[in-house]
């Protein structure tokens, strides 16, 4: 049974493996000043490489829109990246296509990914950023200049002088979609020559409405859409619409909340063989362009270019009806938002799920801990405390909102 790390008895077979492994490197490394790292440490999922992984590499491209790019099926999330070498391995392996932020790894992210390309032939690469800072994401009414800078730094830190596509980002209204100074700084960063493409990306609540119009809009050239299995009803026909329309269609949040290294009742097996599962099935999908996972370990590679160009399977529906049955009630849905209006405090109970997700299960503690505490404290977990919790029924999936709000907090304040 699916089991939430609040509540259960104890460590999975492979929290106990990862933890022992990271007391040993700990201590080689001097010791964990605080008792955090340590908890992080065996918090992260464990790399369980098979042998036959090894040398994984890209086997499909597909048109992203009208682009005139092909970009490789699986292409590269960088959150919490800060490796070149991985990045290098990754062009070896036939990625072509990297997504990126300032607001990633506190702007080395693209750092990273400006030196793991140097060398390789810019055209052969297609590189995705977005409108933010390294302190986070531009407002809707940023000045021109500001928006215009803050590309222009992007370039700098990735030492290149043009983007091929800048995502307005983390976009949750038709007012932020089309806010008029954001417009106008990339039609004078297209006219200057230094960005090709605008898009957009969304894991909001109000996601199926900001890309229906973001479609329709003919202003977006990609969007970018949180999308995994058995999830999103009205999400098909915007992609299909998007595809005719020539506008590319790149998806992310593919493993649904990547709990399977978390569940004690997933065989080793289907622990292994879950995520290209995942990746199988979002491809299998011909409205989508390709999508993008977050890689930050030099195994990941391997793991998700094993999906690549390959036909998702009977025995892929099954696992994936497996982990749906197992981790459902932990999964706070992107874009669902359900419960949302039953909080008399505006706790943002999605967005808080989230960051205990990148930092439970993506190994992304400091950005997920540094969103929690700038978190305005009027909206914060501290009202979830005694509370009688309507958020709870509210959940049309089952999940045990508070407690999973009031386990957010402590991981997300080091106190777990
Ligand atoms: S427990 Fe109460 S304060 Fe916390 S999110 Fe639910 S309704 Fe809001
Ligand atoms: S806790 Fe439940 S109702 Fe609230 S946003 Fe998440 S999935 Fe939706």
């Known amino acids: ?10 460590l999975t077979r ?36 098979r042998p036959e992984w090894a040398d994984a590499r890209v086997h499909a491209y597909r ?31 036939g990625i072509n ?25 810019r055209d052969q690469l297609f590189l995705a950023s977005k409108f933010c800072t390294p302190n986070g994401h531009l407002p809707d009414r940023v000045a021109v200049k500001d ?3 803050a590309v222009e730094d992007s370039l700098l830190r990735i030492g290149t002088d043009y983007l091929d596509l800048v995502h307005i980002h983390a976009v949750n209204s038709i007012e932020r979609l089309m806010a008029p100074n954001i417009h106008e700084a ?4 297209q006219e200057a020559g230094k960005v090709r493409f605008l898009g957009v990306s969304s894991h909001t609540p109000d996601l199926e409405m900001v890309m229906r119009h973001a479609v329709d809009s003919d202003r977006f050239h990609v969007i970018m859409v949180a ?15 998007a595809h005719e329309k020539g506008v590319g269609v790149v998806a992310m949040k593919t493993l649904k909340g990547a709990f399977h290294n978390k569940l004690d009742d997933f065989s080793d097996t289907e622990q292994e063989a879950f995520s290209q599962a995942a990746l199988k099935w979002v491809l299998s999908n011909r409205d989508v362009s390709g999508l993008v996972i977050s890689i930050n370990r030099p195994d990941q590679v391997n793991e998700y270019l094993m999906a690549s160009g390959r036909p998702f399977e009977a025995s892929d529906q099954a696992l994936l009806e497996r982990y749906d049955a197992l981790a459902g009630s932990l999964y706070c849905r992107p874009g669902c938002g359900a419960c949302l209006s039953s909080c008399p405090n505006q706790v943002p109970v999605d967005d808080v799920l989230r960051w205990r997700m990148y930092s439970e299960n993506y190994g992304r503690h400091e950005e997920a801990s540094n969103r929690f505490a700038a978190l305005d404290p009027r909206r914060s977990t501290d009202g979830c405390v005694g509370c009688s919790a309507p958020c709870a029924d509210a959940c049309p999936h089952g999940l045990p909102v508070q407690e999973r709000l009031l386990g957010a ?7 777990a």
């Open 14 to 49: 492979r929290d106990v493996i990862t933890s022992a492994g990271v007391l040993a490197g700990g201590l080689a490394l001097g010791g964990c000043k605080y008792g955090t790292q340590a908890y992080l440490a065996s918090k992260v999922p464990p790399a369980q490489p």
């Open 409 to 415: 907090s402590r991981i997300l304040r080091g106190r």
């Open 227 to 241: 999308y995994n299995y058995d999830y999103w009803p009205g999400i098909g026909e915007i992609f299909h619409d």
């Open 147 to 149: 928006a215009i800078r």
């Open 186 to 189: 990339f039609d004078r960063l």
């Open 63 to 93: 048109p992203l829109g009208s682009t005139g790019f092909r970009i490789s099926d699986i292409s590269f999330g960088s959150a919490e990246l800060d490796n070149a070498e991985i990045v290098r391995s990754a062009v070896e392996r």
């Open 1 to 10: 049974m699916a089991k939430d790390s609040d509540s259960r008895p104890g």
């Open 97 to 121: 296509y990297f997504d990126t932020s300032p607001d990633y790894s506190n702007a080395k992210s693209e750092r990273a990914i400006g030196e793991g390309i140097s060398g390789t032939p």
